[in-house]
């Protein structure tokens, strides 16, 4: 009982994260011409304003600006920064609006020299996942290859019209949760996965598991997820830059 109003306090400060306090110090930019706009006002989660920058970016030239528009939010800066250097594009000038703030980013020459991350995911719970899908998502928009590997309830996740829930006495909820955190850009466990799917992720699923969780291979979202099991997901963690395992 106390666990589960834990879980609903926590994501009710999750969704109120959206309503970001300006900053009282202004910056002095001179505005800068920007060949593609992208407007990612609302929207407090990075990897979702993230994901479609680099998809702008992807369409336009080496040392053409593009610029996105945010609420005024030091994570979304902080981050903003981090992807640029992850990322080999430049940051070049910030300017602050009354109820927003401008980012001028000239797009780079990626480093080939690519990284890569390894994540286990065990559960299925709709609190439990916005981080890990989250962190995974940052590491593709990033430009690192991103193995995933799915196992016991999680395994869930990768069946056809699957969708996370809450747990306990908190399902009820879980329209309301769900509602409020995609209005600031966590967009459900399902959709996050067929993202990371475009991003070029590779999709492993515990073929222990699969009975056991009434997932069969017909009922896979995608077609060419490795069925493995220790030996692989282990081979594939030993190579990776960054390990990640959730239970």
Not at 11 to 29: F, H
Request: glycine content about 6%.
């Amino acid at each position: 009982m106390i666990r589960s109003l834990i879980v609903i306090f926590l994501l009710v400060t999750a969704i109120g994260c959206a309503s970001a306090n300006p900053r009282e110090k202004e910056m002095n930019m001179t505005p800068f011409d920007a060949s593609t706009p992208l407007d990612m006002t609302g929207k407090t989660i990075t990897p979702y304003i993230l994901f479609h920058a680099a998809k702008l970016l992807q369409s336009i030239e080496p040392d053409e600006v593009l610029m996105i528009e945010t609420d005024i939010f030091k994570a979304i800066e902080s981050d903003i920064n981090a992807w640029c250097r992850m990322t080999g594009h430049l940051l070049e000038k910030t300017e602050i609006k009354e109820e927003s703030q401008l980012y001028y980013i000239r797009k780079g020459i990626p480093d080939l020299n690519q990284k890569s991350l390894a994540m286990i995911i065990s559960s299925t719970s709709l609190e439990e996942l916005l981080s890990p899908l989250g962190l995974a998502l940052s590491a593709a928009i990033s430009g690192r290859q991103v193995h995933l590997y799915f196992q016991g309830p999680g395994t869930r996740l990768l069946k056809n019209g699957y969708t996370a829930s809450l747990e306990g006495i908190s399902k009820p909820f879980t329209g309301f949760a769900k509602s409020g955190l995609e209005k600031a850009g966590h967009l459900p466990a399902e959709k996050k996965i067929r993202q990371l799917k475009e991003l070029g992720a590779i999709f492993y699923i515990c073929g222990g598991s699969m009975d056991h969780f009434g997932v069969k291979e017909a009922d896979l979202i995608f077609d060419d997820i490795v069925q493995a099991e220790y030996f692989t997901i282990l081979e594939v963690m030993e190579s990776s830059d960054v390990k990640i395992m959730l239970q």
